[in-house]
């Protein structure tokens, strides 16, 4: 060591100093370091793609289905409706969590559904929206001041852009105000008051949509059962003029574990079961009625939270299940559903009015998993990277020199201010690339 201090004239007058990892990378243009800047942009790039890319690119090239609808159509005579299904808004009653995990997972299914609301208005500007229920999750559980808080959190997650200007229809789930014998009749009212009735017919793109109420339906109790019951009624008594699409927040009833087709992500199909709150079917004499006396073109339901779709024994009319439009419900591959009107439909027997189609979003479960990947690649190449740099560097200042720069203190050392200068950059960008989505 002392001999190679006293070399000056050798290397030109500069005196020899040990040389490690994190000088070489951190000195005082160490922020600027090339291996810095470079993972700082690979994060950033990142970033901007799973946040903001995947997004707007999985709704983007879904495309309205009109191939079975009859003759050439042009983009006017198509009727977009939307199906959005079961966004149960996570609250404490969902995985029974509290503090700081209740905190970051409505956080994170909230900013999700957010960004895929946003999308699919602006990227596919349909001409109305349809909540198939489900609104929240714990609605039917909440007291008045609480329900009040978390409808203000819905209306703010699902908060219409400007450039939409179609229709908002809604109706109610078993999550928002029970089913059956064990409805709740106060839990109906507060939703009727802040959305709309649960049972309602609404004419839009030249067929009659229809939204009844199969969870009063299936009560026992004449008080909550009569109102829908009669408005199911009047519809038997009316001759349609248009087309009917039925709306149902639980299924129809059909054998258990039908084949359910493709699209659906469970290995198995929909079979009947009942607990607190809920059936997965309505029952079959109720099923047979609904559909003798509505006499629909297609019958729409969510509640499953995954894609199914059957012809129904009773006409062999289309009876589609809507998947869930939030990750968090045990579906990996959220959705919405795409129906195309006709708005030169007739209601003569055998006419194809309508046609349907799913779009699937992002699985968020994925996205997480790809941020796990870039972290362990990012801590697992910095060393390395580290190491080789300071090697070539002393090689180059000090060709001789019988000493090992890229001790462990210092490439942990240079790998954790990489890191923190990684972070100290995106972070911000990440928060950034949120607020964009929300607009």
């Not at 977009?80 to 970051?104: E, M």
């Not at 997480?368 to 090697?391: E, F, N």
Request: with cysteine.
């Amino acid at each position: 060591m002392a001999l190679l201090k006293n070399l000056r004239g050798r290397w030109g007058g500069i005196p020899y100093r040990p040389l490690r990892s994190g000088r070489l990378l951190f000195g005082r243009r160490s922020v600027w370091s090339p291996v810095t800047c470079c993972w700082a942009l690979v994060w950033m790039l990142f970033i901007f793609m799973v946040e903001i890319a995947v997004f707007r690119l999985a709704v983007q090239r879904c495309v309205w289905p009109a191939q079975a609808l009859q003759g050439t159509l042009d983009d006017a005579d198509i009727f977009r409706l939307a199906i959005v299904a079961d966004p149960q808004i996570i609250d404490q009653y969902s995985y029974k969590q509290s503090g700081a995990a209740l905190a970051l997972t409505e956080f994170y299914t909230d900013i999700y559904m957010i960004k895929s609301y946003r999308y699919l208005q602006k990227l596919q500007k349909p001409d109305a929206i349809l909540f198939l229920g489900d609104l929240f999750d714990g609605g039917r559980e909440w007291g008045d001041e609480q329900w009040s808080e978390e409808l203000k959190r819905f209306r703010w997650i699902f908060k219409n852009s400007q450039d939409y200007d179609g229709q908002t229809l809604f109706m109610g789930g078993n999550h928002d105000f029970g089913f059956g014998n064990a409805l709740l009749p106060h839990a109906r009212d507060r939703y009727e008051n802040a959305f709309s009735s649960a049972n309602w017919a609404a004419d839009l793109g030249n067929h009659t949509l229809i939204s009844l109420d199969t969870l009063s339906l299936s009560s026992d109790n004449s008080s909550v059962r009569n109102a829908s019951q009669l408005f199911l009624d009047q519809l038997a008594d009316e001759v349609p003029q248009k087309p009917r699409v039925l709306f149902t927040h639980v299924p129809l009833y059909r054998k258990d574990l039908t084949y359910c087709g493709e699209l659906r992500t469970a290995n198995r199909g929909i079979y009947q079961g009942s607990g607190y709150q809920y059936q997965n079917l309505v029952v079959e004499r109720l099923s047979s009625e609904i559909l003798a006396k509505v006499k629909p073109i297609a019958a729409f339901s969510g509640d499953d939270h995954d894609q199914c779709t059957v012809q129904h024994t009773t006409g062999g009319r289309q009876v589609p299940e809507v998947g869930t439009f939030s990750w968090s419900m045990g579906n990996i591959y959220p959705s919405f559903g795409m129906v195309s009107l006709s708005r030169s439909a007739s209601s003569d027997a055998g006419a194809t009015t309508l046609d349907y189609g799913v779009c699937f979003l992002p699985a968020q479960i994925k996205i997480y998993i790809a941020y796990g990947v870039l972290l362990a690649l990012t801590l697992l190449a910095l060393p390395v990277q580290i190491r080789y740099i300071s090697r070539r560097r002393v090689q180059y200042v000090l060709p001789s020199a019988n000493t090992t720069p890229d001790t462990a203190p210092g490439i942990l050392s240079g790998t954790f201010k990489t890191v923190a200068f990684v972070a100290l950059v995106n972070i911000p960008f990440y928060a950034l690339c949120l607020i964009i989505s929300f607009f």
